[in-house]
């Protein structure tokens, strides 16, 4: 079912921009200096939908690596929560075998009496 909503996508996507390529072939001149626009060293001749697609492709570069870089407190957050866990679960498991091995010498001189018990009794 995902292969399908893939190729349902993909499929038109790619056929409008291969048709965008074909009638987009014509060279266009990009200028990169803006004091001197008639300087022929800083100008090239381009097809129009590679400026295009050059374009749109840094956009989503730039794109990502904004949002990359705008969420890294949360990964770091994340992490930081993961390896507390992680502690806690060691922590836990220490606890499950210390009370599975029973109760320690110091453990019950230390322990709180019953009621009703006397603890200098023994």
Do not use: C
Request: proline residues 7%; glycine residues 6%; positive net charge.
């Amino acid at each position: 079912m995902k292969r399908f909503f893939t190729y349902l996508i993909v499929f038109p996507l790619a056929l409008v921009l291969i048709a965008l390529a074909i009638t987009n072939r014509s060279p266009v001149t990009v200028i990169l200096d803006p004091f001197a626009p008639d300087n022929p060293a800083l100008s090239f001749n381009v097809p129009l939908f590679l400026l295009v697609f050059g374009a749109v492709t840094f956009g989503v570069l730039i794109g990502g690596l904004a949002a990359w870089f705008s969420q890294g407190r949360h990964r770091k957050a994340a992490r930081q929560v993961q390896y507390e866990a992680a502690r806690f679960r060691r922590e836990a498991d220490e606890l499950k075998k210390k009370l599975r091995s029973g109760p320690s010498e110091t453990d019950r001189f230390l322990a709180f009496p019953r009621d009703g018990e006397n603890r200098n009794a023994a």
